[in-house]
């Protein structure tokens, strides 16, 4: 009978942490990127505001 309630108690654990985990995902703010005409996200505070990171470029022989 042992076997059997580790096993139904590793589940409940590993399905619980999976839902939290999912819970967490779906919390997180995205980003604004490609706003404002630019290719990449824009950084808005700090020292850097204004600065464009991950700007995307595509070369002519790539298209």
Not at 33 to 46: L, M, V
């Amino acid at each position: 009978m042992g076997r059997h309630t580790k096993l139904l108690n590793e589940f409940s654990r590993s399905k619980s942490q999976a839902e939290f985990l999912n819970k967490m995902q779906k919390s997180r703010k995205a980003v604004e990127a490609n706003a404002n005409g630019t290719s990449g996200y824009r950084i808005k505070e700090g020292i850097n505001a204004g600065k464009v990171l991950k700007h995307l470029k595509k070369s002519p022989e790539n298209i």
